[in-house]
């Protein structure tokens, strides 16, 4: 397993081994946000801290997500992502309408569909 910590600077690496507890991370455009994120995923879930199916990452554009998803592949392998909810609030709340879209209904009593 390669060691995912080496390329981080010491506050990076500070923020990736953080697991107890929320973490804001405030940073200029540049700075290594989307490495120090997708580096913590991959060390919370190495590390068993995490399952892939409990991490939720919300990002603002598609081009991110999918950075952030090909990243994480590279480091856990696609088998691990594709559990992983990682993608835009769009996105995310488009998945979770279409994977329960049963549970909702009109005041009327009329069911959605996909």
């Known amino acids: 397993m390669e060691n995912i910590l080496e390329n981080l600077n010491k506050e990076q690496k500070e923020?990736?081994?953080?697991?107890?507890?929320?973490?804001?991370?405030?940073?200029?455009?540049?700075?290594?946000?989307?490495?120090?994120?997708?580096?913590?995923?991959?060390?919370?879930?190495?590390?068993?801290?995490?399952?892939?199916r409990d991490i939720l990452a919300v990002t603002f554009t598609n081009?991110?997500?999918?950075?952030?998803?090909?990243?994480?592949?590279?480091?856990?392998?696609?088998?691990?992502?594709?559990?992983?909810?990682v993608g835009?609030?769009?996105?995310i709340c488009g998945r979770i309408l279409r994977e329960n879209i049963e549970n909702y209904s009109f005041q009327s009593g009329k069911k959605l569909d996909r």
């Open 15 to 52: 923020a990736v081994e953080t697991v107890k507890g929320p973490l804001l991370i405030l940073a200029g455009a540049g700075s290594g946000k989307t490495k120090v994120l997708t580096t913590r995923i991959a060390y919370l879930i190495q590390n068993n801290y995490a399952r892939a």
């Open 88 to 91: 835009t609030f769009h996105g």
């Open 63 to 85: 081009k991110a997500a999918r950075e952030m998803k090909e990243r994480l592949g590279s480091i856990l392998g696609e088998n691990t992502v594709k559990y992983m909810w």
